[in-house]
């Protein structure tokens, strides 16, 4: 966190901040124990800091997606919102998750708070009644702009035609109000990659939002007009606001909303920064509230390099590491291994390489070599350092710059180089060990002079494991209160909450405290924890079945086991004219495996040959190819057509070399309607294969020679 400064609507003691709050169309996974670690790490330190800290977190319940998923489970959609919401608040509980308040969209002080705040927006002119027409993606709960029938650019899923009588929001009444805002509090979107995505968006131009829908009723009343219900975004947005007393009259909640609102931080997934640092923020000015101090986006999961995804089915639960090596050891992989605000890999066998290297064979085994030793050479009581020399000068110099330097990391959320340099101490005070061997008794040396130097070197260890265990706190709590109890402190929540972890400083653990007993901290993992891992996960993933893969009308993700082989014929000649129309929506129902064609994947939308007809596939060859500033995955290019020349922006990166496609012929969707990314408007969608378990783009080409501009029949 950077520029945390206190405004006038906080006290300078309050922290607030909160997670996402999670989708009920599905159970909880690695990805959303991630951000929920995260944010847990940070109020354990600010607490510990003398901050009132208020940590929210809950889950997202209304939504179209929510009330035909209730159905097809033969419930209702308050009861499948249960279900699911009951399952992350236990795993949050199971994890040891120190949240001050779980918010659900279904519970009463939420519906108020939103429809109050609608009503202010209403009130100051910036709600008005149209309509709408385009196309809707279910499963995101996101109105996108592609062509009828087209597929979700974030999903994949095709997206469904919505006509309707709608309420919007002027949101193009604050373009230049968000702009100014970025500019005046540059802290507010973190990183900086989020931010110029932010400000590209803004700039391209923004268009009025709507913040009803009347074709479904799970979701909020819009007051006044209950036809409609509030779009479930606008909705879930104000669960910040609600959550700590907005739209109450209760006088204990309006102290609540005056003391913590705005937040510190909103820590939210890089794919829903739009919603959070647009839409939010200017609702928040058009009802004449304070805007959150930062919205930091972390990056993505990985397992094994592909997006941990339902539909893609590589769901990694947090139970599997529970019950195999446990929270903290969950915990130190995710904040170590990933450098925040990145995409970051997640395997089995890096974190059993991470949890042995590093918690078992290092601080684990630092903690349990000098705990030992002192119940050995001096019945379990610390004794006294005595005179010090060089090394124990080193270590003291060694405490002083990590304490300092994890400080700053920290607050930055730079918890990998944070943890890195914690772990230097680690390492620092195991070489001290091995270079003083306590357990030897130097040649020539009495007894006396034997057990003063072993009392100098065990009670300098015994200092640095304090030092580095109040460090390691917020990461590693059940450890760290586990290692406070044998160092003889008693219990280090306690501390936390007294102080006694605020400024850490050599010299707090004194000659003569009673240990405690030694006891393991990180058992070695052994060489089948990775397979009784992989096991764990093949289990649970054969007897589940996600809310979201039995959507209705939601269709799969077009993948290599999907793809069916068809004759393509070569038409030399360009059109006169190219159509930028979109054609009429063309329903799509799910398939039906009741006298299904011959050789027909079971659950593929079936299209007719009209349908394809209307996609005009064309030959272009690539003139540049470059890659786009700050964003990993895409790739700009200019094509040629023969009749035109245009510009493609492709997600294909991270396996083509944009030196290597300079000339390469390739095939690209031509009518489809242009849309922007990154400020940059792309012209049409270059084609490709979904390879392997990472879907991995193969582009489409020819070992003939075919024409530039050439259309595929």
Known sequence: MTNQQNSPEHSGSSFYITTPIYYVNARP???????TIVCDAVARRRRSQGFATWFLTGTDEHGQKIERSARLAGKSPAEFATTVSTEFRGL????????????????ERHIRGVQKLFVELQERGFIYKGSYTGQYCVSDEAYVEVAPGAPCPDCGRITETISEENYFFKLSAFERRLLEYYEEHPEFIQPETRRNEVIAFVRSGLKDLSVSRATFSWGIPFPGDEKHVIYVWMDALANYATAVGYGSEDAKDKAQFEKFWPANVHLVGKEIIRFHCVYWPAILMAAGLPLPKSVIANGWLLFDRAKMSK??????????????L???ALRYFLLREISFGH??????EALVQRYNGDLANGYGNLVSRVV??????????????????????TIHGEAARVVLEFSAQFEAMDFSRALETLWSLVAAVDGYLTASAPWKKPIGASEEEHASMQARVLATAAEAIRVITALAHPILPESA?????????GEIEEAAKSGGLKTIVWGGLQAGTRLGEPAPLFPRAEKDAVERMENLEQANNAGAKTASESLVGSSPVISEATATPCVVKVESNPP????????????????????????AHEGVVQIGIEDFAKVELRVAQVLVAERVPKADKLLRLEVDLGYEKRQILAGIAQYYEPEKLVGRKVVIVANLAPRKLRGLESNGMVLAASIGDQGAPVLAGFLEDVPVGARLK
Not at 29 to 35: D, E, I, N, Q, T
Not at 311 to 324: D, F, K
């Open 481 to 489: 209160a586990k290692v406070w109890r044998q160092l003889g402190l």
């Open 576 to 599: 006169e004219t190219v159509s930028t129309t979109p054609e009429p929506e063309v329903p799509i129902a799910p398939a039906s495996t009741d006298g299904a064609a011959p050789g």
């Open 326 to 328: 446990g929270a903290d």
């Open 29 to 35: 996974h690695l990805g959303h124990a991630y951000s």
């Open 372 to 393: 030992n030793m002192i119940h050995k050479y001096f019945g379990g009581t610390l004794p006294e350092a005595g005179a010090t020399g060089a090394a124990e000068a």
């Open 343 to 348: 995409d970051g890999n997640f395997t089995f």
């Open 311 to 324: 539909s893609v089915g590589n769901i990694v639960r947090a139970e599997t590491v529970l019950e195999v």
């Open 92 to 107: 949050w509980d199971r994890m040891g998750l120190t949240y001050d308040d779980f918010i659900r969209t279904t519970e």
